[in-house]
């Protein structure tokens, strides 16, 4: 079976540039997050998707963040314009959505921003 | 809010020594507990979870118990190798709500 997959695996971008993530999920699994992971920290939610409906978003910085997944399936996630504080890994995973709720993780973009 | 604080690291252990590595936990009601690894150039794996009070998960030689009592979810491994070098994240997911929230991770090295 296919695992979470995620592209690029690298960015490097200057502050005020705009960048762009993309994941695809395991085939089946409802529900679809985004995290965000700084250097030395645990990643942090910043969006839930529970098919192609937003489940949460309370911890995403919407002036310049912003994420779509159209027809259920792929997302992408958004950072217009990117700040320093932006660098972080960003990882994708995927849940069938039950109660178990086992999430697989992608293997993450790596973003520097300068 | 809910959160997880595990014990800080860096942790640097000899192999086939015991492993403990403390995590603790602030939720409301009946939260279910993870841990997850992560090695080298890779993703976030699930190495194990417990879904109520007093149930053990258990992988690949590692074990930790969910305890009600002192909202811990400590992992645990008796003889530890080269190969368990990794990052540990302990989380939680408050039920409803399926988002993980992650403690900030214990950096694991086993020498050999």
């Known amino acids: 079976e296919a695992g979470v997959a995620q592209s690029p695996r690298y960015k490097i971008i200057e502050k005020r540039q705009s960048v762009a993530f993309w994941c695809n999920p395991i085939s089946g699994h409802a529900t679809l997050y985004w995290y965000q992971q700084i250097l030395g920290q645990g990643p942090k939610l910043l969006i839930q998707f529970q098919n192609n409906g937003v489940v949460d978003d309370s911890q995403l910085p919407k002036d310049r963040f912003s994420a779509e997944r159209l027809k259920g399936v792929d997302s992408t996630l958004k950072i217009q314009p990117a700040k320093l504080e932006d660098s972080a890994v960003y990882l994708c995973?995927?849940?069938?959505?039950?109660?178990?709720?086992?999430?697989?993780f992608g293997p993450g973009t790596r973003l520097t921003v300068l | 809010g809910n959160s997880v604080t595990q014990m800080e690291g860096p942790v640097t252990l000899s192999e086939e020594a015991f492993l403990t590595i403390n995590c603790t936990y602030t939720?409301?009601?009946?939260?279910?507990l993870f841990w997850y690894v992560q090695y080298p150039g890779e993703g976030l794996q699930l190495l194990l979870k417990?879904?109520?009070?007093?149930d053990k998960g258990s992988n690949k030689g590692f074990e930790a118990t969910y305890r009600k009592e002192t909202t811990s979810f400590h992992l645990e491994k008796g003889s530890v190798q080269v190969s368990d070098s990794a990052v540990y994240f302990c989380?939680?997911?408050?039920?409803?709500?399926?988002?993980?929230?992650f403690g900030q991770g214990t950096r694991l090295t086993i020498n050999p």
């Open positions: 995973a995927s849940s069938l959505g039950d109660q178990a709720n086992e999430q697989f």
């Open positions: 989380a939680l997911s408050s039920w409803g709500a399926q988002k993980l929230v």
């Open positions: 939720a409301t009601g009946y939260p279910s």
């Open positions: 417990a879904t109520k009070a007093d």
